[in-house]
């Protein structure tokens, strides 16, 4: 902490309009990195969109899973990897209403996307894909569902509190009282 002459801490020694200029240009900047990330779902959702439609039409055609079989092994059941599905589908949406219901910022949603590819992959590499491909996108959908509404909830909920602060700001021109 940077200390003035008289032992206070320079933000106490800074007029309080200089503070309350400070206040409303960071929780101006807070407000738009809000909107942005606020996206984050959708954007994630878009991708594994994406995936799903590549998955769908191109992998089958890219990797024959018995030459890979002597480098990596025999692949997974398809009974596995639909139970690896379903433990994974359920795990993440309680995660993930866990995380709303604590109002916590995290960002999540990318990394699903690359799980439900991983998913694409298992099935293709046990001969399944055909047949649980519908599942992979339900379950996908579902869970990119619940991560997106999540982080669009925290994002307003965050914005409605900084919007509520320049109010207050506006109305009294005194700094806001800190949560």
Known sequence: MIMSYNGKSASAARPESEQVESYIQTAQQEIIRLKRFSNRGLWALALFLLISLLAWHVLPFLVIPE??????????????????????????????????????????????????????????FAGGLDDNYWAVIGAGVTILGVESYRIWAYCNEAIRRKQEDLEFIRRTGRMPIED
Do not use: D
Not at 112 to 117: A, D, F, I, P, R
């Open 67 to 124: 030459k890979l079989a002597p480098y990596f092994g025999k692949p997974p059941s398809v009974q596995v990897v639909s139970i690896a599905l379903l433990v994974y589908t359920f795990s993440a949406i309680i995660l993930s209403l866990a995380r709303m219901s604590a109002n916590q910022e995290h960002r999540s949603s990318f990394c699903h996307v690359g799980y439900m590819t991983v998913f694409f992959l298992f099935y293709h």
